[in-house]
């Protein structure tokens, strides 16, 4: 698939740009701070409705607006969609597909699927589980949009659960017979949509192992150190030995009763995937505080790269977006990572310099300068 127009609307530091895209490779060129990651930024919270940079909606709407606009027409397979997002911090977002209204935001999940690559992506490696849970269900939902009605379930469950425990704690007496009951049906909500979520991750993961492995010995050019990764549930069960629902939900439900009391004293859910994490290895070592520099940006290519793998096997290439990760690599993983992305469909890359572009990568240009955005001519 690929984006064939952008257009934004009162969108970080844009008030309106509108542009035409191509298949192929585009290249988005200007000095720091001009407005290039705000282009492709936009895309990526089409595809997964959240930012790479930030975690509230406020930042992306422009400073004096009170709504910001993200508009694409996205082409796959010769038919067009338009997909529209209003952005409304405070309030609730809006989506229309095609120019109609559709009735939750995230039905829009999957009608866009792009793979996005950024400097941030180092926190993959070195950052809080929590990156890596966002990694997992971020793919999880692009590959499976109604899994995205279980996050939020699974999120609000929590929120629930987490506010009533946090009751019984600060009120400092034993809990009533009528907070316990409620506290149950909560229980068993974090259950069925806890063990939901961890089995599509585990399952994920699964389908992921093989080819970051690939991924990884391709672009670090080391096939001695062995990347590997696994999933660690907060349960401390073993993970890749329980992978079906069922036996999740009994698992979660069980350790919840035999954390009753600190859970109370302490007013928080203690278990569940909101405490999992995703252990990278390189050899025996764990990756955080042991893998290099290189190693760590090997990684993190490695589960972009697989990402991007596992996308198109499902049949529909996604969007390739590499925000000014060439400057971050030396020679060698430019290189590499130039000749695994030129074969996709779409592949929009921001830079500071051209220079920093690998010349199989030349394609379309784009200059960004104070906001404006304009194609340049080709020789
Ligand atoms: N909500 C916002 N309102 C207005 N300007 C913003 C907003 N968010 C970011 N900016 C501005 O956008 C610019 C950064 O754009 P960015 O796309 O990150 O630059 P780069 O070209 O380096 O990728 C900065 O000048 C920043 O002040
Ligand atoms: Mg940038």
Redesign the pocket.
């Known amino acids: 698939m690929w984006v064939q127009s952008l257009s934004l609307t009162d969108l ?2 844009y008030m309106q740009v509108d542009c035409t895209l191509q298949r192929g490779v585009t290249t988005f060129v ?10 492709v ?1 936009a895309i990526g919270y089409l595809a997964t409705l959240g930012s790479h940079r930030v975690a509230t909606d406020a ?5 004096g607006a009170t709504q910001g606009i993200i508009r694409c027409e996205v082409v796959n397979d010769e038919r067009v969609i338009m997909i529209e997002l209003a952005i409304n911090p405070g309030a609730a977002n809006k989506a229309r597909v095609n120019r109609s209204p559709v009735p939750k935001v995230r039905d829009v999940l999957g009608l866009l699927r792009t793979v996005l690559f950024a400097p941030e992506d180092l926190a993959l490696v070195k950052g809080d589980p929590s990156e890596r849970r966002r990694f997992l269900d971020d793919l999880l939902v692009q590959r499976t949009p109604r899994l995205a009605s279980t996050r939020s379930d699974y999120e609000r469950t929590l929120k629930q659960r987490n506010a009533l425990l946090k009751s019984s704690s600060i009120a400092r007496r034993s809990a009533s017979t009528e907070m316990l009951r409620t506290l149950e049906v909560w229980d068993e909500k974090l259950a069925e949509f806890g063990s939901e979520l961890v089995a599509a991750r585990i399952s994920l993961l699964d389908d992921l192992i093989n080819l970051g492995r690939e991924k990884y010995t391709f672009i670090s050019g080391d096939d001695e150190t062995l990347f590997g990764m696994k999933y660690v549930s907060a349960l401390g069960v073993d993970s890749p030995l329980l992978t079906d629902r069922e036996s999740w939900r009994l698992v979660i439900l069980d350790a919840i009763h035999n954390k009753r009391k600190e859970e109370l004293d302490r007013g928080l859910t203690l278990i569940g995937p909101h405490r999992d994490d995703i252990l990278l290895t390189l050899g025996q070592m764990p990756a955080k505080g042991y893998a290099s520099h290189g190693e760590s940006w090997s990684i993190a290519l490695a589960l972009r790269l697989a990402s991007f793998d596992l996308l198109r096997s499902d049949g529909v290439d996604p969007v390739l977006i590499l ?2 990760v060439f400057a971050e690599l030396d020679v060698s993983r430019r290189q590499r990572l130039a000749e695994q992305v030129s074969t996709a469909t779409q592949v929009l890359i ?1 830079a ?1 310099v051209d220079m920093d572009i690998p010349e199989s990568l030349n394609g379309v240009k784009f200059s ?1 300068n104070s906001g404006t955005v304009t194609l340049q001519e080709t020789s």
């Open positions: 970080r530091s200007g000095r720091n701070g001009q407005g290039k990651t705000n282009l930024e930042p992306l709407v422009r400073t925000d000014d921001t500071a960004v």
